[in-house]
Structures are given as C-alpha cells and as structure tokens.
C-alpha cells in the first residue's frame, strides 16, 4: 500500500486552510496559492475542502511514492523549521539546508519554493535506489 499522506495531518492543516496549508500538502501547490490570497475563496472553498479531503489523500497517495522519507515528517520541518533548511538536511540535501540555515531559508524565496515541490522532492528521494 502506498500511504504518503495523513488524513489526520490533512485535517489539521484544513484548520488553517483559508491560509492553503492542506492544499500544498497535498500537491495542489496552485490552488494552495490560490487559497492563501483569497482566505480559501473567501471561506467558501475552504468549507467544501472539508469533504474534499479524502480524495485529495487518496489522490496523492496515488501520485507520490513511498518510501524512507516520510512525507507528513517532511511537511512538518517545512512548516515549522523551514526557514532554517532542517526539512532539507532530512532529505540529505545538506549543502542547501546548511544554505538555508544562514540565509533565513535562502531568503524565504527557497521556502516558497518548496511549498511548491516537496512532494515531488520526496518523492523522487523515494524512487533512487542505493546500491
């Protein structure tokens, strides 16, 4: 089974979700963005995310691929160390995490940046195999 995503982690970002937070996690980095500049479609979307919530994890459990690198960890050092590159020293990427640290996350631009791709960034860590 190739289970990426929580519903649980998936819910508690929903609280924030005006903010677009489930949405990135979940792979929809554009309408994430979407969501963070209009409160979740001025609160409507945000509501009808309530019950899309188990389709966008089934979904992306369908789209990325599992493996040693656990996505939710993955999600939670971006959100909560991101500026300081931790979530990229857990995917071995030690040279743009130590960048990172002293840059305050390559100045928040990096961030950004991975708001858009960490799925696909630890999913492709997922798929290389080492001798």
Do not use: C
Request: hydrophobic residues 50%; without cysteine; positive net charge.
């Amino acid at each position: 089974m190739n289970d990426t995503h929580s519903k649980f982690i998936g819910y508690l970002l929903w609280i924030f979700g005006f903010l677009g937070a489930h949405r990135f996690y979940y792979g929809k980095p554009v309408t994430g963005t979407l969501w963070f500049f209009t409160l979740g479609l001025l609160g409507i979307g945000w509501i009808i995310d309530l019950f899309l919530i188990p389709l966008m994890d089934k979904e992306a459990d369908l789209r990325f691929r599992s493996g040693q690198t656990n996505f939710t960890v993955a999600w939670l050092l971006l959100t909560f160390l991101g500026i300081f590159g931790v979530h990229r020293m857990y995917m071995g990427k030690w040279i743009t995490g130590v960048i990172y640290l002293f840059t305050g996350g390559f100045f928040l631009l990096g961030v950004l940046y991975d708001f858009w791709t960490l799925n696909d960034q630890v999913s492709i860590k997922n798929s290389q195999k080492f001798a």
